[in-house]
């Protein structure tokens, strides 16, 4: 008999949840009511942020970021070639060109020598901006990128889709909890069921500064503005005498509709109760995965045990990669392969890169694969994956 399909990451859905989500079905507001700044408040506190701004979903958040960063024709901006395409195409949105930078072999991250490289060798004023990617969970020491951005006048999207409870320890020790805008302009998160936090489709983007706080709120709703102090246009041309008639409001830039459901923000808002619980249960078994697979001589890396590690993914390194995945699917282990590298996916080879760009990120993408790791995966399950695992490398 087959076993129940194990996949590499899935939701998980409590009654409280669908209760949240029933209670706002009946209430006044299916979208654009109480729901969506209630879970912007509590994700700001989560974050350790000042602002949240919840949006239709990441790459929507990404592509706010970008405009809100005013991201042109022609801009440089520097990322990870180990990333969903998501952190590049922003970019390519608003125009801007992608530069890939190697990442760094331990820690599948975005290689800051390699970024520096690229500054140095460039013009000053080339590159406008820098997106690290917290991969699978792994915090970007964002301190170290932000000297880097202050020396040459860039900004800093942090991609942290992966990493919601993530944190890294900066130079003083102290404890920098991703999307907290300390040392990055914007943060963005993703709500897709495969993350910490499940909203359907959903998105967020944390920052501490008020003014890309006021344009992404702006951004979110066509760039439209409700607010007597600001708008372009007389009080004569708009109907009204001594002040703004009530119906009155300004398009002023070319926004979107990137607005997040009342009732998916309150799906939102009742998991990220459990997002502590749920992070607690993922360091579980990666702690496992980590010691079951520690003297194995077929790995090659592994995400291993590190503080603050948010682990969206359990990733390996082996040989023969492609027999390891194909004998897990027969057992319906639906381990998964991230990332392709980005720079090699067609759209980014018509701009030029090319096999042997991001030696690498290369080097890695042929050996990863990303373990079964959510919440609800049993320990049973986990035995299972593990045994099965060293099963295909012991013949
Ligand atoms: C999931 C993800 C995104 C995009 O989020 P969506 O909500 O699916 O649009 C962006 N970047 C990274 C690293 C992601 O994992």
Request: proline residues 4%.
């Amino acid at each position: 008999m087959k076993n129940k399909p194990i996949p590499y990451g899935r939701q998980n859905i409590t009654e409280e949840d669908i209760q949240a989500v029933v209670e706002t079905l009946k209430s006044d507001y299916l979208t654009q009511g109480p729901k969506i700044m209630e879970f912007e408040k509590a994700f700001a506190e989560y974050t350790d942020s000042k602002y949240a701004v919840a949006v239709a979903n990441g790459t929507a958040a990404l592509h706010l970021c970008a405009l809100a960063l005013d991201v042109k024709e022609g801009d440089k901006v520097i990322t990870t070639p180990i990333t969903f395409a998501a952190s590049a195409n922003c970019v390519r949105y608003c125009g801007g060109e992608v530069v890939f930078a190697d990442i760094d072999a331990e820690t599948y991250l975005l290689n800051i020598d390699a970024v520096r490289k690229l500054l140095e060798e460039a013009p000053r004023g080339t590159y406008k901006g820098i997106i690290p990617v917290d991969f699978a969970g792994r915090a970007v020491n964002l301190e170290a990128f932000k000297i880097l951005a202050k020396e040459y006048n860039l900004w800093i999207i942090e991609d942290a889709c992966h990493a919601p409870g993530g944190f890294f320890s900066d130079s003083e020790n102290k404890i920098q909890i991703c999307g907290n805008g300390h040392f990055a302009d914007l943060a963005i998160f993703s709500f897709h069921p495969v993350k910490h936090i499940a909203s359907g489709e959903g998105g967020m983007i944390t920052t501490n500064d008020e003014g890309l706080y006021n344009k992404l709120l702006q951004l979110r709703t066509h760039g439209i503005v409700k607010n007597d102090d600001l708008y372009q246009n007389s009080i004569e041309f708009a109907g009204g005498n001594q002040k703004y008639p009530g119906w009155y409001m300004e398009m002023q830039d070319l926004g979107y509709n990137y607005r997040i459901t009342d009732f998916q923000a309150a799906l939102g808002s009742s998991q990220l109760k459990r997002a502590d619980e749920g992070l607690r249960r993922r360091r579980e078994i990666a702690q496992k995965y980590s010691s079951e697979f520690k003297d194995e001589n077929f790995i090659k890396g592994q995400s291993g045990v590190i503080e603050g590690h948010a682990y969206h993914l359990y990733i390996i390194e082996v040989e023969d990669r492609l027999g390891l995945y194909n004998f897990l699917r027969e057992q319906s282990i639906f381990a998964q392969i991230h990332y392709i590298p980005c720079h090699l996916m067609p759209y980014y080879r018509d701009f030029g890169w090319k096999e042997g760009d991001m030696p690498k990120a290369e080097n890695y993408y042929n050996h990863c694969i990303s373990l079964p790791m959510y919440p609800t995966l049993s320990a049973e399950e986990q035995d299972f994956v593990i045994s099965k695992v060293k099963e295909y490398y012991s013949e």
